[in-house]
């Protein structure tokens, strides 16, 4: 969607008023095209999902997964208010959200900046293990939210089952999990739980980027941000520190064990993220050889996540 076919959109809905507006292009990601409009009177967000995706390899995904995106905010809005962004109005392909101003910061930025905080790590996992826990078993959600076709696109083809063709010793492990994850029907699912969609502030974790949204199995959301934990402790070993903080606090607010699925899930996202669709790009190759590695050594027996850590500290 273009600048000249946005603008007319926004004022005729009702989301833009005031004189000299302008409108910046924002750090989208990979699948969305984000911009902040500003007028003499007001500020707010556009989000519009791309079609074709900003990786390497082809990879299109249906645009509907816009208004599973805008779904998930009002979903989850009564349950964290303080925690998703104020939807403002929307159609076909893009919505509107409040500005959060320029006091928050992003998560990812700060951890590669080397700023190792516990508290916004207990931030995350309460955030996340509340949100799971209020649409445990949910028949609304599990309505809402049958979005299986969505997160096979976005998640399972491209990280597990991409995976399990590039790496063949994996294979077999990769393939039951992707079997496993599209039966699993549990709690509502962000499907991008990770530092790149988490602002914080003093006392505050927004909740941002939620397009794979799915009613399935909520130990991906722990395993997804778990693995950009470990990831982060190739380039900085002190965020490890991070992970006994969120998992404990995860644990304690979601109030169900899903320590074995997450170590499993963990495992291969850790390998999808070295040769899937969208690997981590701060991996050098001989980084890449290393997770690869450490990841066949542990799948025929996984350990404890706290295990599992401990041998990735001395491994990496």
């Known amino acids: 969607m273009t600048t000249e076919d946005l603008l007319p959109r926004l004022q005729s809905a009702g989301l833009i008023t005031g004189t000299d507006i302008c409108v910046t292009p924002l750090t989208g990601g990979v699948s969305s095209d984000i911009v902040l409009v500003e007028s003499t009177t007001q500020k707010l967000v556009v989000k519009a999902a791309l079609e074709k995706l900003r990786v390497k390899d082809d990879w299109f995904v249906d645009v509907s997964r816009n208004r599973v995106e805008q779904s998930f905010f009002e979903y989850v809005s009564p349950i964290l208010p303080a925690s998703v962004p104020r939807i403002l109005g929307g159609g076909d392909g893009w ?51 049958a979005t299986l076709p969505n997160f096979q696109a976005l998640r399972i083809d491209p990280y597990l089952l991409t995976t399990a063709e590039r790496v063949p010793d ?126 066949l050594s542990h799948l025929s027996r996984p350990p404890s996540i706290a295990a599992l850590t401990e041998a990735w500290a001395a491994h990496t």
Not at 103 to 131: F, P, Y
Not at 198 to 205: C, D, E, S
Not at 237 to 254: D, K, V
Request: with cysteine; aromatic share 10%; proline share 5%.
């Open 95 to 145: 919505f509107a959200m409040e500005y959060l101003g320029d006091a928050l910061q992003n998560w990812k930025a700060q951890l590669l900046a080397g700023h190792i905080s516990a508290d916004t790590a207990c931030m995350a996992g309460e955030v996340l293990g509340r949100m799971h826990a209020s649409s445990w078993n949910d028949p609304v959600a599990h309505e809402r939210f």
């Open 170 to 295: 994996a294979a077999p492990f990769l393939r039951a999990e992707a079997a496993r994850l599209a039966e699993t029907k549990l709690a509502l699912v962000h499907g991008d739980y990770s530092p790149k969609n988490l602002l914080v502030g003093p006392g505050r974790l927004i909740v941002l980027d939620a397009e794979c949204a799915w009613f399935g199995d909520p130990a991906f959301d722990a395993a997804f941000l778990l693995t950009h934990l470990h990831l982060k402790g190739l380039l900085n070993p002190q965020a490890l520190q991070l992970i006994p903080a969120f998992w404990s606090s995860y644990t304690a607010a979601c109030g169900h064990d899903l320590e074995q699925r997450t170590v499993i899930l963990l495992l291969c996202l850790l390998l999808a993220r070295a040769h899937g669709k969208s690997p981590a790009e701060y991996l050098s190759a001989e980084q890449r050889d290393v997770v690869t590695r450490f990841v």
